[in-house]
C-alpha cells in the first residue's frame, strides 16, 4: 500500500491499562473462615436434617452472591476490551474479504504452473527414460513428491532422474544375476520397485521349487518301491499271460482249507507247501 496502515492508539496502552481491583479480600477472608468454623465438625442426624438444609441454603446463597458479584465486575471491566476487540475483528473481516479473493487468483497461478511444470518433466522423462522399461515402469512410480514444488529446479529433477534410471538399471542386473525365474522377480521388482521385495520373491520362489522337487521325488521313491514289492512274473504256459508267484499264509478250517485246495486244483494254481 502506499500509504502504511497501522493501529494507532489515541492513548497508550499502558496508561489504559487500570489499576488492580482492590477489595476488601483479606477481611472477607477472615470473616468467612470465622462463620464457616461454626459448621466445621457439625453433625446432622434426622432430627437435624431440616437444619442441615438451611445451612447449605445459607451458605449457597453467599458463594452465588459472590460469584455474581465477579461476573458483573468483570462484565463492567472487559467492556472496553471487548469493544475494542470486536472493532479490530470488523476490520480484519473487511481485509480477509479482499485477501480471499487474491488469494484465490494467486492458488490458480500456481495451480497452473505445476501443471506445466509436471508436463515439462513428463516430456523429459519419456525422452530419456528407456522404452524397453517404460512398458513396466510408469512415471508416477519415478516420480518424486517434491518435484512439483517452486524451489525445485528442473536441473535438480533431471539429475533425479538420471540417478533413477542408473539405479533400476543396477538392481535389474542384479536379479538377472539371481538366476531362476528371473520374470516373475523382475514384475515383483515393478511393482514397487524395490530390490529387496524382488530378493525376497526369488527366495521365496526357488524354495517353492525345492519343496515341489522333494515331494516330486519323494512319490518317486515311493513308486519304486511299490513296484519293488509287485509279484514277480513267471514263465507261463500262454504266451499272452504273465504268471506271479506270491506267498502267503492261510488260515481256516479243514473244511474251508479243502475247498481252497479243491478251487485251486480244478484253476490249475500250482502251490506248495511253506
Not at 530390490?195 to 518317486?220: C, D, F, G, P, V
Request: glycine share 2%; with cysteine; net charge negative.
Amino acid at each position: 500500500m502506499a500509504n502504511e496502515l497501522t493501529l494507532r492508539l489515541a492513548t497508550p496502552i499502558e496508561k489504559l491499562v487500570p489499576a488492580m481491583i482492590a477489595f476488601n479480600n483479606a477481611e472477607l477472608m477472615e470473616g468467612v473462615k470465622s462463620r464457616l468454623a461454626a459448621y466445621q465438625g457439625k453433625t446432622y442426624d434426622a432430627d437435624s436434617i431440616a437444619e442441615a438444609k438451611a445451612d447449605r441454603a445459607t451458605l449457597n446463597k453467599f458463594a452465588k452472591a459472590l460469584n455474581d458479584e465477579r461476573l458483573r465486575i468483570k462484565k463492567i471491566y472487559t467492556m472496553p476490551l471487548d469493544k475494542f476487540t470486536n472493532e479490530i475483528n470488523e476490520v480484519i473481516a473487511v481485509v480477509d474479504s479482499v485477501t480471499a479473493t487474491i488469494d484465490t487468483q494467486v492458488k490458480v497461478w500456481e495451480t497452473d504452473c505445476r501443471e506445466r511444470k509436471l508436463a515439462e518433466i513428463k516430456a523429459y522423462f519419456a525422452e530419456v527414460f528407456p522404452a524397453e522399461l517404460s512398458v513396466f515402469i510408469s512415471f508416477e512410480k519415478v516420480q518424486q513428491a517434491d518435484w512439483l514444488n517452486a524451489s525445485k529446479s528442473m536441473a535438480a529433477i533431471k539429475k533425479e532422474i538420471a540417478a533413477a534410471i542408473e539405479k533400476i538399471t543396477s538392481e535389474l542386473a542384479t536379479i538377472d544375476a539371481l538366476g531362476g525365474d528371473t520374470v516373475a522377480i523382475k514384475q515383483k521388482y515393478f511393482e514397487d520397485l524395490s530390490l529387496a521385495n524382488a530378493i525376497t520373491e526369488h527366495k521365496r520362489i526357488e524354495a517353492e521349487k525345492q519343496r515341489i522337487a522333494a515331494q516330486e521325488a519323494a512319490q518317486a521313491q515311493q513308486a519304486a518301491a511299490a513296484q519293488k514289492d509287485e509279484p514277480a512274473p513267471v514263465q507261463a504256459n500262454e504266451a499272452t499271460e504273465k504268471v506271479f508267484t506270491l506267498a502267503f499264509k492261510v488260515t481256516g478250517t479243514a473244511e474251508q482249507l479243502n475247498a481252497l485246495k479243491a478251487f485251486m486244483n480244478d484253476n490249475k494254481i500250482k502251490f506248495e507247501r511253506a
